[in-house]
């Protein structure tokens, strides 16, 4: 279930003994007139609780320069040509909505596909996918692999079909894992 809420600003994230993300704490807006004349929140006293499990960063976004990457500090994104190499609002800035990201990560897939066809290919530092995986499941031991989200997919649809519908969503994380489990 997605819930889109507006004016509303989350300031403090609650977790659990195992360091698992259980809530959030928001606190609700105004809009206000700036001196420039523009709409802006402000935050009021009021507060409430929200009972997650997952939590996704997309308010407020700046981009973060990164070493030996080139970046626009006005702007706040990767100067790009044609989205070169970068994706989303690293490559625009904070615009557009969820789906203006796969018109503009197709633009730069297409890009690095033309350029490997040229030669060009870029080299990374530590090409072994192996080093990639150690360091996921270092920060994440909880681990979803690419073979298991297909394994879920089949699930979801599965369940779907027994319901007249075209997919049943798995929601809640413990739930997954549990599927997951039984194969």
């Known amino acids: 279930k997605l819930t889109l809420r507006f004016l509303v600003s989350p300031v403090e ?30 935050p009021t006293e009021q ?14 976004y700046r981009g973060v320069a990164l070493p030996d990457v080139p970046f626009h500090e006005k702007w706040g994104i990767v100067p790009n040509e044609k989205g070169l190499y970068v994706s989303g609002w690293i490559k625009r800035g904070p615009s557009g909505v969820i789906g203006t990201n796969k018109p503009c990560a197709v633009e730069t897939v297409e890009r690095m596909v033309e350029d490997a066809g040229k030669g ?13 995986d150690a360091l ?15 394994r879920l ?9 027994a ?3 075209p997919r049943v969503k798995l929601t809640a994380l413990d739930e997954m894992l549990e599927a997951l489990s039984r194969g």
């Open 136 to 150: 996921v499941r270092e920060r994440q031991p909880r681990v979803v692999t690419f073979d298991a989200w297909r």
């Open 120 to 132: 060009v290919l870029l080299e990374p530092s530590l090409p072994d996918p192996a080093a990639g």
């Open 13 to 42: 994230l609650r977790d659990n003994a195992g360091g698992e993300v259980v809530g959030m704490k928001l606190v609700r807006n105004e809009l206000r007139v700036s001196d420039d004349g523009s709409l802006r929140p402000r």
């Open 47 to 60: 507060y409430e609780e929200l009972a997650v499990e997952l939590v996704f960063r997309s308010v407020g």
């Open 163 to 165: 319901r007249g519908r």
């Open 153 to 161: 997919d089949a699930l979801e649809l599965e369940r779907g079909k």
